[in-house]
């Protein structure tokens, strides 16, 4: 059962992931259609623009579910692919304590750049 949690979840920030880049790639690279909407910016990738948009609370809030959502995707998909082999069936604890422990300094180091950069 806890398995199926835990597959649903990778499943589900699979699909979170798809909404954040489509939502990245309107904001970015269709900035006549969100400008006209009342939702961005003419010119999203002027370096004044950026620090702005990294200084709001949403931005903030998005770009750490992304990360949340990223890192759990791609971390537990490694992780099942490397149990799955010869070598992963000797060594599953030690390979899920070393994935955690990656993902969890790619975590605080991306919480400490958001926020550093924000400001």
């Known amino acids: 059962m806890r398995k199926i949690v835990f597959w649903g979840m990778h ?14 790639i ?10 006209a909407i009342g939702f961005g910016t003419h010119y999203p990738l002027i370096f004044s623009e ?19 959502f990223v890192l759990y995707h791609a971390f537990y998909g490694l992780k099942n692919i490397l149990i799955e ?7 599953e604890i030690p390979i899920k304590i070393l994935i955690i422990l990656f993902a969890t300094f790619l ?4 919480i400490f750049t958001t926020l550093k950069i924000g400001g």
């Open 11 to 24: 499943l589900l920030a699979g699909f979170l992931i798809f909404f954040f880049l489509l939502w990245h």
């Open 26 to 35: 309107f904001y970015m690279h269709y900035q006549s259609l969100t400008k």
């Open 50 to 68: 950026v620090v702005a948009r990294a200084k709001t609370a949403g931005f903030k809030i998005a770009y750490v579910l992304f990360l949340i």
């Open 85 to 91: 082999t010869e070598f992963g069936k000797k060594f």
């Open 107 to 110: 975590f605080i180091y991306g």
